[in-house]
């Protein structure tokens, strides 16, 4: 289900292809930035992949094939799993916790991290 029609599902299509064509979380979240920042226009995927490091053909045949359907359903499924009282948007979960206020994701993120030292955004 997209609330927004069907130019945000091809969106979100393209948004898991390029997570799952991501060399890392970082290059992935610079990729969500620069598309969300267009917001979602399909001609800024090309140039938002290139710009994160991630191979943007692989992208775009991801997104207009069987795997771009698998992985938006499996988004989908991982959706549905919270239960049907959220069908909407925003959603946000660190390590499978509801944040509630989006202005608190920071702190959510950093109470979740268990590296040896908190990031520098932590402090």
Known sequence: MCQHGEEECVANIVEACAGAHANSQKDFVQFLYCFEKNEGDLSSARTCAENANIDAKAVETCAKGEEGLALDMKNAEATANFGSSRLGTPWIVVNGQHVDDP??????ICDAYEGASKPSGCQ
């Open 103 to 108: 202005s608190k994701l920071l702190q959510a």
